[in-house]
């Protein structure tokens, strides 16, 4: 968490790279946010840091409602990153989409990554998902960002963005079956404190993971430019 401080801030001051996260989807509650305007002051507004207040509401009674039942859930973080500038990453090895996957996935609870349409984009044909090029006032842009901010495993310039899913937390407070040392069938029912969603915790933990991979695809095409 604190390299991951020192990455947000290389990245905003020396680089105008913003990067949040925020809880997009507690179980079937799903939050409405727009990626391009969203702010820090509006994630940290509630205790799940999900940046739509209404939707916070529900999760905040689902969440306490899992902690009388002796259960858990789990969710959806979403990650961006805002002003990248194209070429960061590399086209085979270490692409910045697999390189953002891979840290996302050494997250503990994480079960699934994906980006830009991600899986939804199966639903589309090949012209409906490219993002078509345009220029204007000397820059390029795509009119469409269905890639996430990634192409060929290279930033093109456009917003990054992802998701990861975390799943519900394997401790519960309610009687499961499981084996004993000596491979007898047994129950077992957790004690003490444990998250019953861990969502709200993983969004700096998102925040920061992806700033390192961002701040070392930075420093390395520095590196290379120079």
């Known amino acids: 968490m604190a390299a991951g401080a020192i990455a947000k801030k290389i990245l905003r001051e020396k680089f105008g790279v913003e990067v949040l996260a925020y809880v997009k989807q507690v179980q079937r509650v799903i939050a409405e946010v727009d990626s391009a305007t969203v702010r820090f002051k509006d994630i940290e507004a509630n205790i799940v840091r999900c940046p739509d207040q209404r939707a916070a509401e529900k999760m905040i009674r689902l969440i306490e409602k899992m902690r009388r039942a002796g259960d858990t859930v789990?969710?959806?973080?979403?990650g961006l990153a805002r002003g990248v500038p194209p070429g960061w990453g590399e086209p085979v090895f270490d692409r910045l989409e697999a390189d953002l996957g891979k840290a996302m996935l050494s997250l503990p609870a994480s079960k699934a990554f994906e980006i830009g349409s991600g899986f939804g984009g199966i639903t589309l044909t090949g012209t409906q998902h490219n993002d078509r090029f345009r220029a204007r006032g000397g820059k390029v842009f795509t009119t469409t960002n269905y890639s996430g901010g990634i192409?060929?495993?290279i930033s093109n310039g456009q917003p990054i963005f992802f998701r990861v899913a975390f799943k519900p937390v394997a401790t519960v407070m309610r009687e499961q079956d499981t084996v004993d040392e000596k491979l007898r069938n047994t129950t077992i029912t957790g004690r003490g404190r444990h998250d019953r969603?861990?969502?709200?915790?993983a969004v700096p933990m998102v925040e920061a993971m992806a700033a390192l991979v961002l701040v070392d695809h930075a420093l390395r095409h520095k590196?290379?430019?120079?």
């Open 74 to 78: 789990g969710g959806i973080v979403e």
């Open 151 to 153: 192409q060929g495993g």
């Open 197 to 201: 969603c861990v969502l709200p915790r």
């Open 223 to 226: 590196a290379q430019c120079e």
